[in-house]
């Protein structure tokens, strides 16, 4: 399936898992990235189901 045809339910929930795996390549838990990130766990958490506001998401993308 092409990206072009996803909805953005599906992209939000690819970008998520994409974080997911960054954060574990870079031998991070959820609670390490959120302080890095200046986050909440709950946020970290929730970016990686793809539920995350942009302002979350780009902190998060900046400390990975």
Known sequence: MSFYQ???YAI???LGERI???RLNANLTQKALAQK???SLKAVTNSEK???TLE???AILIAL
Do not use: F, N, P, V
Request: glycine share 16%; proline share 0%; net charge positive.
């Open 12 to 14: 939000a929930g690819a």
């Open 20 to 22: 997911k795996i960054a």
């Open 37 to 39: 990130a200046g986050l």
């Open 6 to 8: 996803l909805t953005a």
């Open 56 to 58: 979350s998401m780009i």
């Open 50 to 52: 793809g539920k995350s």
